[in-house]
């Protein structure tokens, strides 16, 4: 097949082969001599820029011998039909160790957050988002989250859009200390825009999404429901989710408004974490 421009299935399916052969002990140029492909062919498969049948995939698995579980994973991807959404399941509330949402925040240049009821994972603490999965999840899943956040440490970070519906503050996540904590995390934090109750909300922004553009391919929308999550590039539904990040910039509050709201809430929990001390029990907002 020729080259394609890569879509949200192919760059997920690239990402696994590529995982394949990075962790067996074939290299780059023997795996294409062993198949009889350019090391271009590789290269392209592996970017999600090339299409190939099931059969090619399962000898570039086979060639890398490797284990049972990441053969039928990677096969399972290769005979899944572009629909231009991807459905992939994971525990409640928790996709962050989902490859197809890694991937994509790694390269994304602008990612646009929105959420109405938590704080955007990507600007949790480590204490809310503990307290946002409760401890039965174990620590690894918290750390998944930290890692994640990492993209902004790197030298060409992408930008972050975040905007965030005034409920979320209301919403007490693990006591008013961890809450003040998070409220100076967004107070010092830039690119984040608070949306207020006081205004009626656009269809648009009734639920969270995310959008993320890139310098290489088409955009990408991203919403989560409990434990399913969408991944999206068809044209009809990008054209859908920019509208929205064009509503959250219009109705949004700048972010100097922004901080001055955030300003406010760490103060209130910032006395209400003073008071569980003084008098003990739980503080209520």
């Known amino acids: 097949m020729e080259s394609r421009a890569s879509n949200a299935l ?4 690239g990402d696994a082969l590529r995982r394949a052969r990075r962790s067996s002990a074939v290299g780059f140029n023997a795996l294409a001599e062993e198949l009889g492909w350019s090391p ?19 000898r570039y698995v086979g060639s890398l011998h490797a284990d049972q579980a990441t053969f039928d994973h990677i096969m399972e991807l290769a005979r899944e039909l572009n629909t231009g959404h991807l459905v992939r399941k994971h525990e409640l509330a928790m996709p962050d160790n989902l490859r197809a ?7 994304a240049t602008v990612i646009w957050a929105y959420e109405i009821i938590d704080i955007p994972g990507l600007l949790q603490t480590e204490d809310y988002a503990r307290a946002l999965m409760e401890a039965t999840v174990g620590e690894h899943r918290v750390a998944e989250r930290m890692i994640r956040q990492r993209i902004f440490n790197r030298p060409l970070p992408p930008e972050g859009r975040f905007f965030i519906l005034e409920s979320a503050l209301h919403h007490m996540v693990g006591g008013p200390q961890v809450m003040y904590e998070q409220m ?7 690119g984040v825009r608070l949306v207020s109750l006081t205004i009626q909300l656009p ?8 959008f993320m553009t890139f310098a290489d391919h088409s955009p990408v929308s991203y919403a989560e429901t409990g434990p399913v999550s969408v991944f999206s590039d068809d044209i009809e539904t990008t054209d859908r989710f920019r509208r929205a990040c064009k509503d959250l910039d219009r109705v949004a509050l700048s972010e100097e408004q922004s901080r001055s709201v955030f300003a406010r809430w760490a103060n209130r929990y910032d006395r209400l974490r003073e008071e569980q001390r003084e008098f003990g029990g739980e503080a209520l907002a």
């Open 10 to 13: 192919s760059r997920e399916l």
């Open 40 to 58: 271009g062919k590789i290269s392209k498969l592996e970017r999600g820029m090339r299409g190939t049948s099931p059969l090619d995939i399962a």
């Open 101 to 107: 949402l890694i991937l994509h925040e790694q390269s």
């Open 184 to 190: 100076l995390q967004l107070l010092f934090r830039g």
């Open 203 to 210: 269809a648009s922004l009734l639920s969270a999404f995310t």
